[in-house]
């Protein structure tokens, strides 16, 4: 069986909520894991939108070797973990704006990207959608 298909094509037939006001926020990933250590930040915008858009903000220099190394999209995997899965979800329909990015060359890698933009998409979920009972 194609799981992914599967779930992929359930996802596609989900219809989007909606993405209501622009929101910044950053995420960060510091974690050791073994004889290494992750880093990377990303700070993003998410607005609304008729459809999935993505903006570049970063300075062109930077956007390259965001790039060239994989980050990019691995930041986009990230929003999408969150948009697509989390309980309030799936939004599919929002404009998303990395504005900022921090990264070294020993430690920063594509999941620490990811996990960096989950960390800022939950951040702009619970702003956008308030758990009353807190």
């Known amino acids: 069986m194609e799981y992914f298909d599967k779930w992929c094509a359930n996802l596609k037939e989900k219809t989007s909520r909606a993405w209501e006001i622009s929101i910044t926020s950053k995420g960060e990933c510091r974690r050791h894991t073994g004889p290494s250590i992750w880093y990377a930040s990303a700070m993003i915008e998410i607005s609304p939108s008729e459809t999935f858009v993505v903006e570049d903000s970063l300075e062109q220099n930077v956007l ?71």
């Open 64 to 134: 390259q070797i965001v790039k060239d190394r994989g980050w990019y999209d691995y930041i986009i995997f990230g929003v999408f973990d969150v948009m697509l899965t989390h309980p309030t979800t799936p939004i599919k329909n929002f404009k998303l704006r990395i504005l900022e990015v921090d990264f070294n060359d020993i430690e920063s890698n594509q999941m620490a990207f990811r996990l960096a933009a989950r960390k800022a998409t939950l951040q702009a979920i619970e702003i956008h959608f308030p758990n009353p009972s807190k």
